[in-house]
């Protein structure tokens, strides 16, 4: 799986969009990327996924460039609730039957601000 | 709603004792996963399972620990015997081995602390 690379730590205000950024210049054709978030003391929480072309959800949009060597994850109205850390991760989706294993970095942790 | 539970919640041991941590995967989900998290080298995986049988189990130290779906309900994980650098977050996740979701939903996990 390709390597990812994020920021330590973001900070954002309170009500305004968070973007974080992940780079993953070195990402096959083949392989999707994933965010997952952790609030502290939980569990990982799957957020969004996609291969190359913009993806939205009720929790967030994933954008990625064109070339795929970089996305950004945004978090259109970030709320206190979503501090958290977000772990960019790249890897090829699994065939019929099941995932595989998640290889986590050390992730962004984003801190919202009153 | 749906939820992956792990018990215990927590637990303090003293080294050289028996651990049995286990998971209640969500209902039909087909593989489960076990994750162990410490502040050094942050999430990474132990073992998984699809339809009950072991599929990788690279991340574990097998002298000392050992994992189980003893049902399509139950995953344990055991450690015997414990040690203090064995002292960690310890997570289950399961995925409804739909193809072209791959999604894990994680447990709340065990803090284990081994004195």
């Known amino acids: 799986d390709a390597k990812t690379t994020q920021p330590t730590s973001m900070d954002c205000a309170e009500g305004r969009a968070a973007n974080l950024p992940c780079n993953h210049s070195?990402?096959?054709?083949?392989?999707?990327v994933y965010w997952y978030r952790q609030i502290h003391s939980q569990g990982p929480q799957y957020i969004i996924h996609g291969l190359k072309n913009n993806e939205t959800n009720e929790m967030a949009s994933l954008i990625i460039t064109e070339d795929r060597k970089s996305s950004t994850l945004i978090l259109p109205h970030a709320t206190l609730r979503d501090t958290a850390v977000y772990y960019c991760?790249?890897?090829?989706?699994?065939?019929?039957?099941?995932?595989?294993?998640?290889?986590f970095g050390k992730g962004t942790k984003l801190t919202v601000n009153p | 709603d749906a939820r992956v539970t792990q018990t215990p919640r927590h637990k303090v041991t003293e080294m050289g004792q028996e651990v049995t941590m286990r998971c209640q995967p969500i209902?039909?989900?087909?593989?489960v996963f076990w994750y162990r998290q410490t502040m050094m080298q942050g999430l990474e995986l132990l073992a998984y399972f699809r339809n009950r049988a072991p599929l990788d189990d690279s991340g574990m130290p097998k002298d000392r620990f050992s994992a189980e779906m003893p049902d399509a309900t139950l995953a344990t994980l055991k450690i015997q015997p414990s040690e203090p650098r064995d002292s960690a977050v310890y997570f289950c996740a399961s995925d409804p081995g739909l193809a072209g979701t791959d999604t894990q939903y994680f447990g709340p996990g065990t803090r284990l602390t081994v004195l």
């Open positions: 070195t990402i096959s054709g083949n392989e999707y």
């Open positions: 209902l039909g989900h087909n593989t």
């Open positions: 991760i790249v890897r090829k989706l699994g065939g019929q039957g099941g995932s595989e294993k998640l290889v």
